[in-house]
């Protein structure tokens, strides 16, 4: 199957700094990337949906200037968590699709984990 | 939008046995219905995935049957394995955004 890699695995920061996630499809071109946030033991929560190209859109409750998202090329997306803080510490989750929709299956990365001291 | 509903969000069975994890979803116009198993710290994996125009569909010892009229979904593990164990979710989409099930934690004893 297609290969969806982010990077980094795991980041520690300060509180109040900023912190970049890349999202990589590896083998095929990526026309729209999600991003989930995963608190322990409980479900995926989508973030926000990024086509290339074009501003993300983010789901209701969601700040968009605190997770900023830039999906420049079809096989890269990035989430910046701006000034971060304890309560942002997370497991942040990636997904692709070839498609302009989820139709066809969503790739996952291997998710990046997030501490804020 | 579209709610998803998991159950049960705990399920231990004995090897061999059978496992069932339900879903119910809320928007009628949702026609894709996939099922991940994420084991822990790891990115969640499709296991089997269902389309609205389809009743049933079988991989093996996975299987997944969807009732429109009713919306709900269901997964189905037969002779289960120790290496089952894990956390299932199911989602739904119509085309737009994904929603995911709370989750089943499944542990099958050995």
């Known amino acids: 199957g297609a290969v969806v890699s982010q990077h980094p695995s795991r980041v520690i920061c300060k509180s109040g700094t900023s912190v970049k996630i890349e999202c990589r499809s590896l083998?095929?071109?990526?026309?729209?990337m999600f991003w989930y946030r995963q608190f322990p033991k409980q479900s995926l929560m989508l973030m926000a949906t990024?086509?290339?190209?074009?501003?993300?859109?983010?789901e209701q409750g969601v700040e968009k200037d605190k997770f900023l998202i830039n999906h420049a090329s079809l096989t890269l997306s990035t989430l910046t968590v701006t000034s971060a803080h304890p309560e942002d510490s997370s497991f942040y989750i990636c997904?692709?699709?070839?498609?302009?929709?989820?139709?066809?299956?969503?790739?996952f990365g291997p998710g990046t984990r997030l501490t804020v001291l | 939008g579209e709610n998803v509903e998991q159950h049960p969000s705990t399920l231990s069975v004995q090897e061999g046995d059978s496992a069932v994890i339900k879903c119910t979803y809320s928007d009628s116009a949702s026609n894709y219905f996939p099922w991940y198993k994420q084991e822990l710290g790891k990115r969640p994996q499709l296991i089997i995935d269902?389309?609205?125009?389809?009743g049933e569909k079988k991989d093996q010892r996975i299987a997944v049957t969807l009732n429109k009229t009713a919306k709900h979904f269901s997964l189905h593990i037969t002779e289960t394995q120790p290496e089952d164990s894990a956390v299932y979710f199911c989602?739904?989409?119509?085309?737009?955004?994904?929603?995911f099930g709370a989750g089943t934690r499944l542990t099958v004893k050995p």
């Open positions: 269902i389309r609205s125009n389809v």
């Open positions: 083998d095929f071109q990526a026309t729209t």
């Open positions: 990024s086509n290339e190209g074009s501003k993300a859109t983010y």
């Open positions: 989602a739904a989409t119509d085309n737009n955004d994904m929603r």
């Open positions: 997904s692709a699709s070839g498609t302009s929709g989820v139709y066809d299956e969503q790739f």
